[in-house]
Nanobody, 125 residues
Framework: QVQLVESGGGFVQAGTSLRLSCVAS????????MGWFRQAPGKEREFAAI???????TYVDSVKGRFTISRDNAKNTVYLQMNNLKPEDTAVYYC???????????????????WGQGTQVTVSS
């Protein structure tokens, strides 16, 4: 079992930054893909960023160039640095652990074995 606890969400103005943190317990994260997903009101949960290992990451197009995912394996923690936030980034952000890609091309999605409880990010214009 893996327990995930997120922190760092908040209410911010557009154009500013936030850093989310996710601390894992129960297993060391170094062997697993870790990521951040988000769910806006009335929408399905989508992936935002996935760290496959210490050097490889995948981002949804809408956050490329603004968000950076990183991990500190010694602290069993994964981070999401979010810069130049936009109102459309408003969502509950969930940390996920043990992530697998499913499907290819337009049908590609990501399955996740463990979830955190979520942290709210609200960006006002």
């Amino acid at each position: 079992q893996v327990q995930l606890v997120e922190s760092g969400g908040g209410f911010v103005q557009a154009g500013t930054s936030l850093r989310l943190s996710c601390v894992a317990s129960g297993r060391t994260i170094s062997s697993y893909a870790m990521g951040w997903f988000r769910q806006a009101p009335g929408k399905e949960r989508e992936f935002a960023a996935i760290s496959w290992n210490s050097v490889t990451a995948t981002y949804v197009d809408s956050v490329k160039g603004r968000f950076t995912i990183s991990r500190d394996n010694a602290k069993n923690t994964v981070y999401l640095q979010m810069n130049n936030l936009k109102p459309e980034d408003t969502a509950v952000y969930y940390c996920g652990a043990v992530i697998r890609p499913v499907g290819v091309g337009q049908t590609r999605r990501y399955e996740c074995d463990y979830w955190g409880q979520g942290t709210q990010v609200t960006v006002s214009s």
